[in-house]
């Protein structure tokens, strides 16, 4: 199956920081979705991004398809940020559209 | 909108009670739901999928007759995990997406979890 990779997996911010996380994934994908976890275990949607960039907010994400990643960028970082931020891909082929997850960047931010 | 609700949020129960998750969505159509597990600082492993009215296709390694699921409508899909005893203790997860046909996959819209713990 396909395989996705994040990173890094932990990164330590001061409040106002910028950061950018990196997942890169093995085969073609026609579906691709960003998520924070926060630390009660929801799991907040932030980006559907099979392709091309997207901005909402202190958040943009960009998918280059072709070249097998994407990247989120988080500008001005507040502590809410923190939790764990996750990448999902689906494959074409086959049927209902699974996701599987990378592993995860843990992000805490300091104040 | 695409707001999935998932019940109970958390579990405790003795080992050998049977407990039943349920995931609905609220302001949409889902043709497909999705379940998860996440044990702690781990990321989410999908178990099985459920399509509206059909057998739920699951996971290699994912017991069928433990992890029971039903989806009898296109807005409820329920996990019952039976016989429970403590290893299955977990964060289970659900998901709804809505099939606009011709191959176009939709996102996932994820439930808020339910913490289950097997005493």
């Known amino acids: 199956g396909i395989q996705v990779e994040q990173s890094p997996p932990d990164l330590i911010l001061q409040e106002g920081a910028n950061s950018t996380l990196r997942c890169n994934f093995s085969?073609?994908?026609?579906?691709l979705q960003w998520f924070h976890q926060n630390p009660w275990g929801q799991l907040i949607n932030l980006f559907y991004i099979p392709s091309g960039t997207k901005q909402n907010g202190r958040l943009s994400a960009t998918t280059v398809a072709t070249e097998r990643y994407s990247l989120l960028y988080i500008s001005s970082s507040q502590t809410t940020d923190s939790g764990v931020y996750f990448c999902a891909v689906g494959a074409p082929g086959g049927s209902n559209y699974k996701l599987t997850f990378g592993k995860g960047t843990l992000l805490t931010v300091n104040p | 909108g695409a707001v999935v609700s998932q019940h109970p949020s958390w579990v405790i129960c003795k080992s050998g009670t049977s407990v039943k998750i349920e995931c609905r969505s609220l302001d949409f159509q889902a043709t497909t739901m999705f379940w998860y597990r996440q044990f702690p600082k781990q990321s989410l492993m999908l178990m099985a999928t459920?399509?509206?009215?059909?057998?739920?296709?699951?996971e290699q390694g994912v017991e069928k007759d433990k992890f029971l699921i039903n989806h009898a409508s296109l807005t409820l899909s329920t996990l019952t995990v039976t016989s429970a005893h403590p290893e299955d203790s977990s964060f289970y997860i659900c998901?709804?997406?809505?099939?606009?046909?011709?191959?176009?996959?939709?996102?996932?819209?994820f439930g808020d979890g339910t913490r289950l713990s097997i005493l």
């Open positions: 085969d073609s994908v026609n579906n």
């Open positions: 459920s399509n509206e009215g059909s057998k739920a296709t699951y």
């Open positions: 998901s709804a997406t809505r099939d606009l046909g011709q191959g176009n996959p939709q996102p996932q819209h």
